[in-house]
């Protein structure tokens, strides 16, 4: 059974699974059909967010424990709510050895632990890497424990296997003879001997594509189908598996009757790989509903401006190139060095094919391939590399058939790159250097897409309602690059590039960051989240700047620089000249941001598929990159407003009710929302309204609201209707042809049910 709608929720050791079962009667006053949960598994000491596991086999303990998760459930089935859990099946948690007693035992034992077959380890290596040590010089620190059982690295702790510690021995000589190596951790990305998540050593890639891995890392998960009745299951990064089909079929026969959505990134055009699952978690319904708000009229002058400023002519396909050849080249040495082992080279030198590779997993257009049944992301991605180097053609011409073998180990392996290759080299790279208007710049997004037109954006709704009725849609995540109020605000800028132009001007002139295309990011993103306190504005400055790896990065910050950029964040607040001019801004673009919101908050929820309602995001939500999108929310607050009917658009409190108006309605009467028929206006102002409707159950919701009042508002505009209707926001009754002028008085969407 779907769940009507989902509420994710962050669960956390400051918000722990009971303070959740406490909150059901709020989510049930808002008509939520299932709590939405991070992940709830043990994981590491600390760990904010969860997805790294490091006990499978129960609820964390940080997070509420067992007790805390039968307080969930309980509460959850008293208001006839369902829950959705997130699972993690790629990785596990490896930060804190001890706290893992697989990864514990198998650096204790090497292939003769237990846990050997559970993590995807070169066996051909000589010892398994951990890259923990700050240099070489550091295994001079290493200590012994007083049992001789542990080397201790100052909090870093690791197994010594028996036998191997005997009185009088050096830690240093101890070290040497176990199963692992300790290497500074700027050697990791090279010398690295198991798969891991992305770039992150510490989350050990997990062999789930062996039953009996898969058997013991999803005995508690299966608990929760069979034992608690979850509702359903959201799958973390299957991109990463070997297998990502043969996963989800298993998958499938665990939960038969569960609702199952993958965090699957669908690039444009992407078609929905053939799994067992219900839809995606949401992303690609994002993009849809984020380009509709955006005027693709304002796209040359912000090109323009964007190249005037920063001198940057590279589109943004040349930016996804070079993010990707660079996170190819430089992060992942040894995911490389394992494909190499694996290939027949024949008469051609590693350093070529290396080359070969890294340009190969540049050009794919999708995340990976799914061998054998779809090779068409790789093949293209031969044909564009041969194209574009053909000094590289010997090594495609030995490439090309070996990795198109579904049979072959290299080819598997390098399905798993290209989607790590993706993620970090457009997500976590270009999407920080591409900044022409970053509201685009969006997991899962096209940058290149400067908006679309109410045609393009029905056939998706269409395409959506036959091909994935039941997938999740999201406005917001724990993983979005801006809020979606955020990205609201943005999109009004598109439609004011005169009161852009004149906040620019100003903050170019009152800062002095020295590397201008992240300096036009930082503009934009003051634009977007207005006045916020400025601490918050620092962490993501931090993190922007070193994602995009231009001026500074993560490894060796570039302090001058870093310097600048926080100061010109200062600058912001407290220069009276920059300050009034963002201000001003601010003035302008706030009140049509507010409209956007509700606009697409209210498409996002009504549009074919089960909406997902990020936790505070039922009100206004200027949030950023996480962790700045974890931040606590303040939910009683947000009862309060449960009994309050504004009619202000601009109330935070008409956010919450027209999230509540529609959630409600889906789960009293989900048989409204099936069907999907485009409504087209008549009159001048046809192009500001995104309507359609379902089974009963029509949807208004305004774009491009300044232009719209330019023209005097919707003036003659109308649309016709079969009936009598009634709006549940404004309770207004209208039939036949009807003036969206005398429908939509006080705000900018309207929700219609037929009488």
Do not use: C
């Not at 598997?412 to 080299?425: C, D, E, I, P, S």
């Not at 990205?487 to 906040?503: H, I, K, N, Y």
């Amino acid at each position: 059974m779907n769940p009507t709608s989902t509420y994710r929720l962050q669960i956390t050791p400051e918000f722990r699974l009971q303070d959740a079962a406490g909150l059901v009667d709020y989510l049930d006053a808002l008509g939520v059909g299932a709590v939405y949960l991070s992940p709830v598994l043990t994981s590491t000491t600390g760990s904010g967010h969860g997805y790294d596991v490091t006990d499978p086999t129960s609820i964390d303990p940080q997070r509420g424990g067992e007790e805390g998760w039968r307080e969930l459930v309980t509460a959850a089935r008293s208001k006839g709510l369902g829950i959705v859990v997130d699972i993690v099946p790629n990785h596990l948690g490896v930060a804190h050895a001890w706290e893992n007693s697989a990864w514990w035992s198998v650096l204790a034992q090497g292939r003769d632990s237990t846990y050997a077959a559970w993590f995807d380890i070169d066996w051909t290596a000589d010892k398994i890497v951990l890259p923990v040590l700050g240099s070489e010089d550091d295994l001079d620190a290493l200590t012994l424990s007083e049992d001789l059982a542990e080397l201790h690295f100052y909090e870093h702790r690791f197994p010594v296997a028996e036998g191997t510690a005997l009185p009088g021995d050096s830690p240093r000589q101890v070290h040497d003879r176990q199963h692992y190596r300790l290497v500074p951790g700027s050697q990791g990305n090279d010398l690295l001997t198991h798969r891991r998540f992305f770039t992150v050593a510490t989350l050990a890639g997990v062999r789930v594509e062996d039953p009996e891995v898969f058997d013991a890392t999803h005995a508690r998960i299966l608990q929760m189908v069979r034992e608690d009745g979850i509702e359903g299951l959201r799958v973390d990064h299957p991109d990463g598996l070997r297998d990502p089909r043969g996963y989800f079929a298993r998958l499938r026969d665990m939960a038969p009757e569960q609702w199952i959505v993958a965090e699957k990134i669908l690039e444009h055009g992407e078609p929905m790989p053939d799994w067992a699952v219900q839809g995606t978690s949401g992303y690609d319904a994002m993009t849809e509903v984020n380009q509709i708000f955006i005027d693709p009229a304002a796209e040359d002058f912000f090109t323009g401006d964007y190249q005037r400023r920063t001198g940057d002519e590279l589109d943004v396909e040349q930016h996804v190139l070079a993010g990707k050849r660079w996170m190819a080249q430089e992060m992942f040495g040894a995911e490389t060095r394992r494909i190499l082992g694996l290939l027949d080279l024949g008469e051609l030198s590693d350093e070529e094919v290396a080359r070969a590779l890294h340009e190969l997993a540049a050009r794919m257009e999708y995340y990976r391939s799914y061998l054998p049944e779809n090779d068409s992301a790789l093949t293209a991605a031969l044909g564009h590399t041969r194209h574009d180097l053909p000094e590289l053609g010997d090594a495609l011409d030995l490439l090309e058939p070996q990795l198109l073998d579904g049979s072959n180990e290299a080819a598997l392996r390098f399905q798993q790159l290209t989607g790590a290759v993706m993620a970090k080299g457009v997500e976590d790279t270009a999407w920080y250097r591409a900044n022409r208007f970053v509201a685009l710049n969006e997991v899962g997004g096209h940058p290149s897409s400067f908006g679309t037109d109410l045609n393009t954006f029905h056939r998706a709704m269409e395409r959506r309602e036959a091909e994935l009725p039941e997938s999740m849609t999201s406005l917001s995540t724990h993983d979005t690059k801006r809020g979606e109020d955020v990205r609201a605000r943005l999109a009004a800028l598109a439609e004011v590039p005169d009161a852009w132009t004149a906040f620019a001007d100003v903050f170019d002139e009152r800062t002095n960051i020295p590397e201008a295309t992240f300096a036009h990011l930082l503009a934009q993103t003051l634009a977007g989240v207005g006045p916020v306190q400025r601490e918050r504005l620092h962490a993501y400055a931090e993190k922007a700047m070193r994602e995009a790896s231009l001026a500074t990065n993560w490894i060796s910050p570039d302090q001058s620089f870093e310097q600048a950029v926080h100061q010109a964040i200062d600058t912001a607040y407290d220069d009276e000249v920059l300050f009034g001019a963002w201000r001003e801004l601010q003035q302008t673009i706030a009140p049509l941001g507010h409209w956007n919101s509700l606009s697409q908050k209210l498409v996002q929820l009504t549009m074919p598929g089960i909406p997902d309602v990020y936790q505070g995001t039922e009100i206004w939500d200027d949030s950023l990159v996480d962790p700045d999108n974890r931040r606590p929310v303040h939910f009683d607050e947000l009862r309060t407003l449960l009994d309050v009917d504004s009619p202000d658009p601009l109330d935070p409190a008409y956010k919450q009710k027209v999230v509540r108006t529609v959630l409600r309605l889906r789960r009293e009467r989900p048989e409204l929302f099936t069907g999907y028929r485009p409504i087209t206006a008549d009159g001048m102002a046809a192009d500001h309204l995104v309507g359609f409707e379902r089974n009963g159950l029509v949807t208004l919701a305004t774009r491009l609201p300044h232009r719209l009042r330019s023209m005097a508002g919707w003036q003659d505009t109308t649309i016709t209707l079969d009936g009598t209707w009634r709006d549940r926001l404004s309770n207004r009754e209208v039939t036949g042809t009807v003036r969206l002028a005398e429908l939509m008085t006080d705000g900018p969407v309207a929700l219609l049910i037929a009488s």
